[in-house]
């Protein structure tokens, strides 16, 4: 039998669903300065659905992760205060409590530190700075009764790292499991999967070479590696000027000083957290998971169904000078890419079985 932390327990409690809905997902580990309580997560899960915490109070957390999108949006990019685009689409928050990194460029650590970020992000809540986020909650006395209860406080106590916390252990219980792939290959119900969606898994391992990047384990699968890959995608946006800027780079200019628009910084993916030059268009692996619900794909929504997905990596991405070596050409057949997109709609958890 699976053992569970009480970290898990308590999102079991808290969301009614049972154990087997966790099939084919490591133990969860919880940080030892953020324990779960029940009374912890409720206040988080009001944290991620107040429209108050943003400039003009009509951004949310939840206004780009819908629950009936497995907490996507269904949008190209995501959309902040007055409308405004950004450049990345909103990546699912399921699961993410068991990344390493957070965000497509993997800036945070951790879900406490992940969550603070888009609320102080001039296109997403547009908030100034973290006292604004302070500020808020204190103008609503039932935040203050619940965080002197929660975390043991004075009401005038109440931080912006407690108000992480509290989100932060409100998405540590959007994890889910027990897809069809769960139950046929960790549950061992060889009737889970369809002929062909067996099929796809099989291509899935072998000739389509995805799980080089989207693992499966021995025991459980969270469908990503919590590393960076440059696939080549939306690299013709910086392609014509890229030579120039390495070359300065180089020389040791200042990567900031370089005169690239907005758009085209966004591009450089992972190099804008390391600065490492072999990380240009580095992007984190997406997990797999519920991916039938979470279109558009890619890290800029540029693909809008899983087809177009499986055709993009069976070219073998956009060529580029940065262009990983685990992306090449596949050459599957019609068939393949139908049993390959067929696995991919079998690995929907249960909860989001539409």
């Keep these: 039998m699976k053992s569970f932390n009480l970290g898990v327990l308590l999102f079991i409690y808290a969301?009614?669903?049972?154990?087997?809905?966790?099939?084919?997902?490591?133990?969860?580990?919880?940080?030892?300065n953020n324990p779960q309580t029940v009374e912890k997560i409720a206040l988080g899960e009001q944290l991620f659905n107040d429209k108050r915490l943003s400039q003009d109070?009509?951004?949310?957390?939840?206004?780009?992760?819908?629950?009936?999108?497995?907490?996507?949006?269904?949008?190209?990019?995501?959309?902040?205060?007055?409308?405004?685009?950004?450049?990345?689409?909103?990546?699912?928050?399921?699961?993410?409590?068991?990344y390493q990194r957070l965000f497509?460029?993997?800036?945070?650590?951790?879900?406490?530190?992940?969550?603070?970020?888009?609320?102080?992000?001039?296109?997403?809540?547009?908030?100034?700075?973290?006292?604004?986020?302070?500020?808020?909650?204190?103008?609503?006395?039932?935040?203050?009764?619940?965080?002197?209860?929660?975390?043991?406080?004075?009401?005038?106590?109440?931080?912006?790292?407690?108000?992480?916390?509290?989100?932060?252990?409100?998405?540590?219980?959007?994890?889910?499991?027990?897809?069809?792939?769960?139950?046929?290959?960790?549950?061992?119900?060889?009737?889970?999967?369809?002929q062909s969606e067996a099929r796809g898994m099989r291509l899935f391992r072998r000739k389509g070479n995805c799980s080089n990047c989207h693992e499966i384990g021995g025991v459980n699968a969270?469908?990503?590696?919590?590393?960076f890959y440059n696939l080549g995608v939306g690299f013709e946006r910086i392609n014509s000027e890229i030579a120039e800027f390495v070359s300065a780079v180089r020389a040791g200019d200042s990567p900031d000083d370089f005169d690239f628009t907005e758009a085209q910084r966004a591009e450089l993916g992972r190099f804008n957290i390391t600065r490492v030059i072999a990380d240009i268009g580095k992007f984190k692996t997406p997990t797999l998971r519920n991916i039938a619900l979470t279109a558009p794909y890619l890290h800029d929504g540029s693909l809008q169904?899983?087809?177009?997905?499986?055709?993009?990596?069976?070219?073998?991405?956009?060529?580029?000078?940065?262009?990983?070596?685990?992306?090449?050409?596949?050459?599957?057949?019609?068939?393949?890419?139908?049993?390959?997109?067929?696995f991919l709609k079998a690995l929907t958890s249960r909860p989001y079985v539409q």
């Design 104 to 194: 497509v460029d993997g800036r945070a650590a951790s879900l406490e530190e992940q969550a603070l970020g888009p609320f102080l992000s001039p296109v997403e809540h547009g908030l100034k700075n973290t006292q604004d986020i302070v500020n808020i909650v204190n103008t609503d006395s039932s935040y203050k009764i619940q965080f002197a209860q929660v975390f043991n406080i004075d009401e005038d106590k109440i931080t912006a790292e407690l108000i992480a916390q509290a989100i932060a252990s409100f998405e540590r219980t959007l994890i889910a499991g027990n897809s069809a792939f769960d139950r046929y290959l960790f549950g061992r119900d060889r009737s889970a999967l369809t």
């Design 15 to 32: 969301t009614g669903l049972w154990a087997n809905d966790l099939l084919g997902l490591p133990v969860l580990s919880i940080p030892s």
């Design 305 to 342: 169904t899983l087809e177009e997905v499986v055709e993009y990596y069976d070219q073998g991405g956009e060529k580029n000078q940065f262009l990983d070596s685990a992306i090449f050409p596949l050459h599957l057949t019609d068939q393949e890419k139908q049993d390959l997109v067929a």
């Design 57 to 98: 109070g009509s951004i949310s957390c939840a206004s780009c992760h819908h629950k009936d999108k497995a907490f996507t949006d269904g949008q190209r990019v995501a959309l902040g205060i007055k409308q405004q685009a950004g450049f990345r689409n909103a990546p699912t928050v399921v699961n993410s409590a068991f």
């Design 222 to 227: 969270l469908l990503m590696d919590n590393r």
